[in-house]
């Protein structure tokens, strides 16, 4: 028992476990899903000391300080400000007894312990982060290229033989569409809800 208790206070046990969508309601996360924006749990890891919650809008992690700790940190990281990268999953040796996935979220990296006999799910939610950090990468150049190119449109347009009255006056309307233009844009390309890619790849 006292050895039990030891490595729990270590966090040498604190392998996760894939918690189900009835058992949802049980836990702390739980309890920070934002509903009244549609937010909806679609992937939950806890173990002895924390939780970590996939939804469709945030990934939130309730932090312990350690496994016989009662504090809890709550972080929340939506993915239109931290965007997904460095999607990795290590898989176990014949002595393991836990699989590990690993993700970067912004510039905040994490590391989180599953036991291995729940491979199968902890495979669904490498592959919905890793479509998610393909769309972001995607997304980045989409938006980088559409930036590139009204900037190229206002270089032309300050180079050209117009009168200094026209000049002025195509370049407020360039401005004008410019502005309207980015915000489209960056609303096309700045993805903030990826409920459809959960449903897809996570099989509850």
Known sequence: MLKKFASDAL???????????ENYDKTDADDY????????IYFLIKTKADEYCFTNIAFIHVDGENAVSSKRML?????????VSNVLLETAGRLDLDIEIKFSLGNQ??????????????????KALVYISEVNHENSIKYETAVQSLEKA?????????TETSLSDQYKQLTEFGFSWLSSAREQYHEKD????????INN
């Open 194 to 201: 990826f409920g459809a890619v959960f449903e897809k790849y």
């Open 11 to 21: 966090g040498l046990s604190d392998i996760g476990k894939i918690i189900g969508p």
């Open 109 to 126: 990296a994490f590391s989180i312990d599953v036991d291995k006999n729940q491979i199968a799910k902890l495979n669904d939610l490498y």
């Open 75 to 83: 972080k929340r990281y939506p993915y239109s400000q931290h965007k």
């Open 33 to 40: 899903i934002r509903h009244e924006d549609n937010e909806k």
């Open 154 to 162: 206002v270089s032309v347009l300050q180079n050209s033989r117009a």
